[in-house]
């Protein structure tokens, strides 16, 4: 009697290879299986599968409640958005502003929704999504390759992937739901279900843009190897993004967040980590400087590390079916770095689960590897021992960085979600809900936990919320949306005078605003009724090159540097200063004359500070009356310390080549090579009232 083959797979207990119908209903050629291991196979029929699920559950579960109610500041921006649809103020992060702010529409809107009953509900909503969608990931892992008959490596890759502590980090945001929408679409794909694979890849899309290249590469796939268009998919794709993008194109005027567009101006600028080299730090944290050898806050963690080559041979061998979830991690790599977005710990989870895959295939082959084993040393007939050795052997090594992994949110081991900054942040934004008007506004940089516990409007000097700031970040001008806007109240965060330098000393900040509070070590600052017309300013980051120091400013070697106005008004000059990182002590006098009197004319402006005000590599401001008539005019600008000595003295930062081509730089008033790094400023030329 015959039987089909898949009468024979099932009769076997290997499962059947899914064969893929076309969108003309013609028969494709299969899904390319990999052959398991007859007792991954056995295995797979019953408890491995149904109890490596439960034990994907109970992990979820746990790492779930640890961290239900942690997140990091940007997924309280989303939040903000869930919170405001919910309370009937519109989809939006300032209230009557139509820009979208939110990397992740999908995620908030589900918020949203979620969150009508109990708005202030919605960060515990959002830990909940995560731990579901870490289950949902592991469930995925599971069920792909349980299909290809190695059920032990999907369990091993989940596991690790829950127990992850790089991946907790990220908990609450929409990076983990991602992670779960791709592999689901991937399962479906192979499953033949292209039209639901196509609508969980569109979900995904909507989820996060990153969603858009497992889009691509699910569709180049097909076309390779099927030489035909899934319109299913196209169709079921089209569904959620289409009705998305249209409505958003008619509602913000572009179906993309404008996320994008403030990482890439964070990106030019060069202030932010670059992503590689952020990769490298949170690993670095985790397996200490040398990855391998020397201290480590997690040592166990890498096992891991050295898993990942005999991983990749692994799954080129038997493990195929993982192409497109690690070719998706790897376009994600790739694409990061050519956009030149700087970097965010979330980043970094495709990448974690690409890792988690190749530490299930390295130690899901322990088994194979066992029988064989088993087969050269005492015959064939002992082969199911080794696999049973091998199954142990990847269980006990697996053991030791899982519980470890599942223990690291409880000790409050996790390196950068931790109690900062949303202790503190919560603690200011609650003193501005309380102590201020409702209509006031509040300029920060870390807008999440700040944003959606105030209830405040937000004036966001990196752009991501005030879009028009994005030009100015580029430029390195990451104050330009207070000066413009002046908020009411401005925080003043001393991790962050490194980035924001020097606008506690810009005229407007330092005759309108006052502290009236300190919470946690962030000053509160509230600005004045009206700031003066002349301390209303504009910056020109004239040259910002800096890549040396010019040496010590001695009273026989005065250094400065030529310029050319480009505005009337001119009001300061800020030059970038260090000192060495010592105490000194003595006076530095700041001077500046006209262009025709660099060896003898006389002081338009002459300013004396002292020498231990300088703060080591960062922004100086020397402020003066306005010069009304400035513009196309050449000036003079230097400093000298007549008291200074060797090891007592400051610097100023230039660059080494000529990059400002409207004047020169000076040592002891003779020209040299390159210029200073300074910046000017001017007063503006409308008059803004506070």
Known sequence: MRTSGAEAARASGIPPTITMESDSNAHEPEVPSAEGSPLGCRLGKGWLVLGGALLLLIMASVVGSQLLRFSYDDAYITYRYGLNLATGRGFNYNPGEEHLATTTPLYALTLGVLGLLSPQSIPEIGGAISGMALFMAGLAMLRLSHRHGQPLVGLISGVTFISFPMVMETFGGEMIPLIALILWAMVAYFEGRLGLAGFLLGLAALTRGDGLLAVGLVGAYHLISRRTIPWRMVLGFGIPYGLWGLWSLYRYGSPFPGTLD??????????????????????????????????????????????????????????????????????????????????????????????????????????????????????????????????????????????????????????????????????????LAEETRPEATVGYLEIGYVGFYSGRKIIDPVGLVTHEALSHVARRDLVWAYREYLPDYILVNPRFDGMLSPYGEEPWFVSCYRAVVTIEAIDVYRRCDSVPPEDLLVMEDSQPANDRAVGEILPDRAVGQTFTAAH??????????????????????????????????????????????????AWRIFAFPPLSHSQGETYYTFLEAPEAAPENAVTAWAASADRYLQGSRYEQHEPVEGDLTFRLYFVREEDHEG
């Not at 899982?402 to 919560?426: H, M, T």
């Open 568 to 617: 009337d008004g001119l009001r300061a000059v800020a030059l970038l200063l260090a000192n060495y990182g010592r105490e000194v002590h003595g006076p530095l006098i700041f001077h500046l004359r006209t262009g025709a009197g660099i060896h003898s004319g006389p002081d338009l402006i002459t300013l004396q500070i002292e020498m231990s005000e300088v703060t080591d590599n």
């Open 262 to 431: 403030a990482k890439l101006a964070q990106g030019a600028s060069g202030m932010w980590l670059p992503f590689l080299s952020g990769v490298k730090w949170i690993f670095r944290l985790y397996l200490g400087q040398k990855f391998i050898v020397g201290p480590a806050a997690h040592p166990l963690f890498r096992i891991y590390l050295m898993l990942q080559i005999p991983g990749v041979l692994a799954a080129f061998i038997r493990g195929r079916y993982w192409s497109l979830p690690l070719f998706w991690a790897g376009l994600q790599v790739v694409g990061y770095k050519l956009l030149g977005v700087p970097f965010y710990h979330w980043y970094v989870v495709p990448s974690i689960m690409a890792m988690c895959i190749l530490v299930g295939e390295a130690l899901g082959s322990l088994p194979a590897v066992g029988a064989w084993a088993a087969r050269r040393v005492a015959g064939p007939g002992r082969s199911i021992h080794g696999q049973v050795l091998g199954t142990i052997a990847a269980l006990v090594i697996l053991s030791f960085p899982v519980i470890d992994g599942l223990e690291v949110p409880a000790r409050g081991e996790l390196a950068i979600q931790n109690e900062y900054p949303s202790r503190p942040y919560r603690a200011v934004a609650e003193w």
